[in-house]
């Protein structure tokens, strides 16, 4: 996941950017970026880290114009590289920006298509320069001479839908001509409009959640739909049209369940509410496994836990208490690269407040279990801390496939949940009693707070991959990619081609 803006004003953007990137810190600590369009001119800076650190007075100022994008990264497809920190650019046709979050599952293929047919080289691994190239491409044959009309922009977007496949929220940048912004036809990541009406006019602002919106004082306007495309133009008038054959919407349950911010609507649902829901029916699959009075004291794993545990605890009439303190200057360890790394931020991250646990029966809630790293950290803490017996209960169902449209959960071996009973599991994570949410009641919690809401992928629990084309095939290159980084990856086998192929025209 990562976290994209995309604000048209009247006053200079840059800071408007970057308080925007700011809110949305959290879907994102590798890299930041921004590009801003000034007389069909574009400034841009960004690098690896925080948004405060990426950005310093210098950097601000000659980050000019009334209209731009903003980007905070966390790696998925290709690496940590600061080349590969958005947004990207490239000069033709027009100049075009660019700033994804999600995951292109075809991108090998393109990457090939281009190379034989658009002629266009791609200079990173990242999948966001793949997509950059193929909108330019097709924005290119769509449009005759020079000018750029919307109606241009909509047919090539028609055509940009069906040519790539995976997930992809994104906002771009056409120099001279405005800001476009567009979802995938399965509405996997989100993305919302705001506007703020000014003296001058209305200001847009699109973004990957609503509190980016409302916290700079955007009034939140609508979600963009599945497959469709929004163009505001130079003068501030916004068109929309629906681009994609069939859409249809599908969230990612796991932005409910972690990923998104509690004070955030997606597609119609509150986070918090359905994370209130969650609690609520894991309060119920409790009730049913725990005998009366087992259970002293409910505590959540801080913070995106808390409204499920809070929720929990009242239904079952047991004392809600918070037991984890936590230090709020280290990164969400989900987010972070590498094992080890996450194993040593748990206790860097938690403490542990002694009284709480002491001599009591302790069931501890999680928003979910991944890798398990966090959760047997946390169950030793709660131990050591002198609780009598540690239970755990997960707000989400076992996480057992690989996430492959924007989450960093490429590998089945690196998931404590693949191939292991929640007995298990339990074991691995030394609990005393392990309870896990229902995959139905999930996506019940969600479709309580909005009806509407009826289909997800929900691809890392329950194996169903919307888009359609991930393949058993297609993971396990992921995996071999994953682990032997150097050995016959499909970037390799990509340029292999593109080597041979130049070969042969060279020899023609």
């Not at 903003?70 to 920006?97: K, L």
């Not at 990612?252 to 969650?278: H, N, Q, W």
Request: charged fraction near 25%; glycine fraction near 8%; aromatic fraction near 8%.
């Amino acid at each position: 996941m990562c976290g994209i803006v995309g604000v048209v004003s009247h006053q200079p953007v840059n800071q408007l950017l970057y308080d925007a990137l700011l809110l949305l810190q959290h879907r994102g600590q590798d890299a930041a970026g921004i590009a801003t369009n000034h007389s069909s001119m574009f400034s841009m800076h960004k690098a690896n880290g925080l948004v405060r650190d990426v950005f310093r007075t210098r950097n601000m100022r000659a980050l000019q114009g009334n209209s731009g994008i903003g980007h905070c990264r966390y790696p998925t497809a290709g690496s940590s590289s600061e080349e590969e920190a958005q947004p990207f650019y490239v000069n033709a046709p027009f100049g075009i920006t660019l700033a994804h979050n999600g995951n292109l599952t075809n991108q090998e293929q393109l990457k090939l298509e281009m190379f034989r047919n658009d002629r266009r080289h791609i200079n990173t691994d990242s999948d966001s320069e793949v997509l950059l190239n193929v909108l330019a491409h097709e924005i290119q044959e769509a449009t005759t001479g020079l000018s750029l009309d919307p109606e241009s922009i909509f047919k090539a977007m028609n055509v940009v839908h069906r040519r790539i496949k995976g997930a992809y929220a994104v906002v771009a940048q056409i120099a001279g001509h405005g800001l476009l912004a567009f979802r995938d036809p399965f509405g996997i990541r989100p993305l919302c409009i705001g506007v703020n009406e000014t003296d001058s006019g209305t200001e847009y602002m699109v973004a990957s959640e609503s509190v980016a919106l409302e916290g700079i004082g955007f009034r939140f306007l609508r979600d963009v739909a599945p497959g469709e495309a929004v163009f505001i133009d130079n003068d501030g008038v916004m068109h929309a049209r629906q681009c994609a054959d069939n859409p249809s919407l599908n969230p990612c349950a796991f932005e409910y369940v972690y990923l998104a911010r509690p004070d955030s609507i997606l597609d119609g649902a509150s986070v918090y509410a359905t994370r209130l829901k969650m609690g609520e029916y894991l309060a119920d699959k409790i009730r049913a496994e725990f005998r009366t009075g087992e259970i002293d004291v409910v505590m959540p794993i801080p913070d995106s836990s808390r409204p499920a545990a809070i929720q929990l605890a009242l239904k079952l009439g047991i004392e809600y208490r918070e037991g984890f303190i936590k230090n709020r200057y280290i990164g969400r360890t989900f987010l972070m690269p590498g094992q080890a790394i996450r194993s040593k931020s748990v206790r860097q991250k938690l403490n542990a407040i002694g009284s709480e646990f002491k001599g009591k029966n302790v069931l501890l809630v999680d928003d979910s279990i991944v890798r398990g790293t966090t959760s047997r950290e946390i169950v030793q803490m709660a131990r050591e801390a002198g609780a009598r017996n540690v239970f755990f209960a997960s707000a989400a169902p076992p996480v057992l496939f690989p996430n492959v449209y924007g989450i960093d959960m490429p590998t089945r071996d690196e998931l404590i949940a693949y191939g292991r009973s929640t007995d298990e599991v339990c074991r691995e994570i030394t609990a005393d009693r392990l309870v896990y949410q229902d995959i139905d009641a999930l996506k019940r919690s969600i479709s309580d707070v909005n009806p509407v809401l009826q289909s997800f992928e929900a691809s890392c629990f329950d194996g169903i991959y919307v888009t359609g084309d991930v393949t058993p095939e297609y993971l396990d290159r992921l995996e071999n990619a994953r682990h032997n980084p150097k050995k016959a990856l499909p970037e390799d086998t990509v340029r292999t081609q593109l080597n041979l192929n130049a070969a042969i025209a060279t020899a023609e």
